[in-house]
């Protein structure tokens, strides 16, 4: 008689060389798979202390990793694709996701759900980030005006946003002062060379997000000519950690939009009508014309 070949479902002992799919399966409840993670976890905060450390990005320890018998390893991106097939070749089943927009995200986490089993409670999770992100964008949608956003993601040089970062400051309110940037998955193609054209856009709010070190905005304001910038006359400079916002899965979807709406909604309420207040004080372009007429606003007849 033959017999049923028995086989796991899904992975048993998965490593996640990134933040994001550690804090999904946390949130599944699926936990007691995951037997290592990247040394930048700090979502949840529970799991530094559960799970070893084995990566860091751009690295990873591969002999820890062999040692854990992984019988999956969840990557992110291209940065990590050295490691990926250092794995690989070892015979280690390997999924390297990519995702880069919110659409993308909420993708991932659907196929790691699934992977896992917990498709249902995957898809139950997911539609509650997307009834949070649609209140938010509800609320948006009634802004009188709607703020320029600089998100500064490294200082030196100036790095702008991300695709998803650039998706969230829409849906929280904010208009992204580099959208045509924000569609360039690396880094480096998203450098702003010019210092000076960051001040032409004339952010109302900045945004620091420095992976890695703390952002200063005391140095920001200082940067020459940045005086005049409206985010450094109205003190509109802004932190929310990397791991809020730079990771993209589950934080960006809830922390990290909650803070760029706070930030976009308080600026509405405190900044906004104290500008309107100043652009209606001024006079009109017609009325500065005849000012400057010899005969006044009589030469203009």
Known sequence: MIERFAFPHGPQRIVCMTE????WL?????????????GYTVRPPRARAEKPRVSAFTSAKIDKILELQPDCVFGFSDMQADIAAALIRQGVQVTVFNQRSVAEIFSMLYQVAAMVGQSEQGLALIEAMQQQLLAIASAAACLPRRPRIFFEEWDVPHISAIRWVSELMGIAGGDDCFPELA??????????ADSDEIVRRNPDIIIGSWCGKKFRPEKVAARPGWENVNAVKHRQLFEIKSADILQPGPAALTDGVAQLHRIVMDW???VAPTLATSCAALPSEGAVRALRRPGGAEDEK
């Open 20 to 23: 994001e799919t550690t804090e």
């Open 26 to 38: 946390y949130l599944l409840g699926e936990e007691q798979r995951i037997v290592g993670i990247s």
């Open 183 to 192: 569609a360039q998955s690396l880094g480096k193609n998203r450098i702003i």
């Open 268 to 270: 509405s309420r405190n």
